[in-house]
């Protein structure tokens, strides 16, 4: 098994590689791999040859996504896009993080995967496709 971890310096990241096999993971940090450049992802994919890649890789303050609106949708959605196009080349599994921003809350019970994202979002944060879910769907 070859797990590609994208955003290894991250907070997730760094949990996930305390449980991960150290010579089953290649961890990529954001200096090493910009997800918005469509050439760079591809080529790591060519070097590496994946079988499952965990992208934890996003730009998710809140705050800083409604100024930058621009940027939260080519890091959470058009970097997304590139990482799983490369993946389904690869033939690797992808595993891809959401929030639960998405959601509108008023659910009584815990989301589930199927669970439909909020359909009038106010933010960017809130926005299905901005943050990769409809690319991945
Ligand atoms: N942590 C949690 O409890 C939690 C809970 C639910 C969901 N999530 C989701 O899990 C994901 C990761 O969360 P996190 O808490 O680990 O975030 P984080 O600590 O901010 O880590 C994100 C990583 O992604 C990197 N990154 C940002 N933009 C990038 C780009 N364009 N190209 C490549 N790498 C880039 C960052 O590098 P730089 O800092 O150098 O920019 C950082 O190392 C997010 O989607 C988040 O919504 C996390």
Same mark, same amino acid.
């Given at each position: 098994?070859?797990?590609? $971890?994208?955003?290894?310096?991250?907070? +997730? #990241?760094? &949990?996930?590689?305390?449980?991960?096999? !150290? &010579? /089953?993971?290649? !961890?990529?940090?954001?200096?090493? $791999? /910009?997800?918005?450049? =469509?050439?760079?992802?591809?080529? $790591?994919?060519?070097?590496?040859? %994946?079988?499952?890649?965990?992208?934890?890789?996003?730009?998710?303050?809140?705050?800083?996504?409604?100024?930058?609106?621009?940027?939260?949708?080519?890091?959470?959605? =058009?970097?997304?896009?590139?990482?799983?196009?490369?993946?389904?080349? #690869?033939?690797?599994?992808?595993?891809?993080?959401?929030?639960?921003?998405?959601?509108?809350? +008023?659910?009584?019970? %815990?989301?589930?995967?199927?669970?439909?994202?909020? +359909?009038?979002?106010?933010?960017?944060?809130?926005?299905?496709?901005?943050?990769?879910?409809?690319?991945?769907?």
């Amino acid at each position: 098994m070859r797990i590609l $971890l994208i955003g290894a310096n991250g907070q +997730l #990241a760094q &949990d996930l590689l305390r449980f991960l096999t !150290p &010579d /089953e993971v290649v !961890p990529v940090t954001h200096q090493q $791999l /910009e997800i918005c450049d =469509a050439r760079a992802v591809q080529a $790591l994919f060519d070097s590496v040859r %994946p079988n499952c890649v965990i992208n934890t890789a996003a730009f998710h303050l809140v705050d800083d996504c409604e100024e930058q609106v621009e940027k939260a949708f080519a890091v959470n959605a =058009a970097g997304v896009n590139y990482l799983a196009r490369a993946a389904q080349g #690869a033939g690797a599994v992808f595993v891809h993080f959401s929030t639960d921003y998405v959601f509108d809350g +008023l659910k009584q019970r %815990p989301y589930i995967e199927t669970d439909l994202p909020w +359909l009038s979002p106010s933010t960017a944060c809130q926005s299905w496709p901005e943050n990769g879910g409809s690319t991945l769907l």
